[in-house]
């Protein structure tokens, strides 16, 4: 936007603290990234190196280092988080069999996402899933009658393609997106085996499930019983591990709410490299699930942008002043000239103004700005009428917090003050 080059560069000291708090933000989320790449190497020789995936999974590992080269976070692009609920499906060696109910591959999830978009299609996003996979199957044949539920918990690194943004518009009130990338996967199957009373099922041949095997006696004896559909056996035989990387691939649609919020429509496919989320290898295929949701998106900034909006079109160039080669002209001053002694106190504040701002600039934090507020005691002007506005106290003297509180009311649309005014204050800060 026009507004945002010119009138950040010229809130001088203010930028420079604006942008530490946003860094200091990006390096936890550059943590975080870290952190998870870390966990994915100490897996990379076990299940990439020595097959097909190995340079698509070094290319993918890659990006964050290419992102770490734009973290000139410029606004409208800070990040912007997301919570998520939906249903996940799971699709292995169980639930093939007869009698399978479409619902009993279906469990709850949840997630939350942090993206960043340095560029305004692309975006980076860590996310985290949470929830079970499940699958059971009836048959008459009573080796077929499995079942399992495990929880999961997964960790993506993903990088998303943004409709909005390469071909549609930055603000369009829908736009589709794609995204892929690769992910770190726990779960931890266990199975219904036996009933409230420990007593295990045991499935006959004419479909139903009772207390003693087919071939213990009279038919009479054996009592049906039912499912309580509580997970109770662990499944984990120790042959095998409980985790595994995943390569999750995905659409969504995103309607925008406000510029701040979004409502967002997803399907996540995630491929494993493990066969044992179902603790069956009946096939020898890695399992695959699905995780189809809602989720709430929340971007930084987004109310800022909509103000900046008012002033699209502003040609701000106006405010620059340009040298130019024609000849100064030659004003007659009739004021009194000042005495020795005015000059030398004006020479004095001054080198004053000049030591505090260049005091600010080498470090360009809060307390710094504390220290400038301590030493102004006022000088012997009074306060210039464009600037009383921002003296909240009315002490006759602009503090740092008073400039803060000015700038927010100005984006806001609620100050009186001009960017001509702000700016003036600013340098004025400094010279009282």
């Given at each position: ?177 794609v995204y892929a990338g690769v992910s770190f996967l726990y779960y931890n199957p266990y199975s219904d ?8 099922y045991f499935y006959w041949t004419d479909g139903t499930i009772r207390n003693e095997p087919q071939n ?217």
């Amino acid at each position: 936007m026009l507004v945002s080059a010119p009138l950040i560069k010229d809130l001088r000291g203010m930028k420079k603290i604006a942008l530490s708090v946003i860094n200091y933000a990006m390096e936890l989320v550059t943590m975080g990234k870290n952190a998870l790449s870390t966990v994915f190497a100490a897996f990379y020789h076990k299940y990439i190196s020595a097959n097909k995936y190995k340079i698509p999974f070094i290319a993918l590992l890659s990006l964050p280092m290419l992102q770490a080269k734009a973290q000139n976070y410029e606004p409208g692009k800070l990040p912007s988080f997301a919570l998520g609920a939906g249903v996940l499906w799971f699709n292995g060696d169980i639930g093939k069999g007869a009698g399978v109910s479409p619902y009993s591959t279906i469990r709850p999830g949840a997630s939350f996402t942090i993206e960043e978009r340095p560029f305004s299609f692309l975006g980076f996003s860590l996310s985290g899933l949470y929830g079970s996979l499940a699958a059971s199957e009836r048959s008459l044949d009573s080796a077929n009658n499995l079942n399992f539920q495990s929880k999961i918990i997964s960790g993506d690194l993903l990088v998303n393609f943004h409709l909005d943004g390469a071909i549609l518009k930055n603000d369009a009130p829908i736009a589709p997106f794609v995204y892929a990338g690769v992910s770190f996967l726990y779960y931890n199957p266990y199975s219904d085996l036996k009933d409230a009373q420990g007593q295990p099922y045991f499935y006959w041949t004419d479909g139903t499930i009772r207390n003693e095997p087919q071939n213990s006696g009279d038919i009479l004896t054996a009592k049906i019983i039912n499912r309580d559909y509580t997970y109770e056996t662990p499944l984990d035989s120790g042959k095998y591990s409980k985790t595994t990387l995943c390569i999750p691939v995905g659409i969504g649609l995103k309607f925008r709410i406000t510029s701040s919020f979004c409502m967002n429509i997803q399907t996540t496919y995630y491929f494993t490299f493990s066969p044992n989320i179902d603790n069956y290898k009946l096939s020898g295929k890695n399992n695959k699930f699905m995780y189809s949701f809602f989720s709430l998106e929340y971007r930084i900034g987004g109310d800022r942008d909509k103000r900046e909006k008012r002033y699209e079109g502003v040609d701000f160039s106006a405010f620059v002043i340009k040298d130019t080669a024609r000849p100064v002209p030659v004003v007659e001053v009739k004021e009194k000239p000042m005495s020795d002694s005015a000059i030398a106190a004006q020479h004095g504040r001054d080198t004053m103004a000049m030591d505090r701002s260049q005091v600010f600039n080498e470090n360009p934090k809060i307390d710094a700005l504390t220290n400038v507020d301590k030493s102004v005691k006022g000088g012997p002007h009074k306060l210039p009428p464009r600037f009383q506005p921002a003296d909240k106290n009315g002490d006759g003297v602009i503090s740092s917090q008073e400039i803060s509180s000015a700038i927010d009311d100005f984006f806001d649309g609620t100050s009186t003050m001009t960017i001509a005014d702000i700016n003036a204050m600013i340098d004025y800060f400094f010279d009282q």
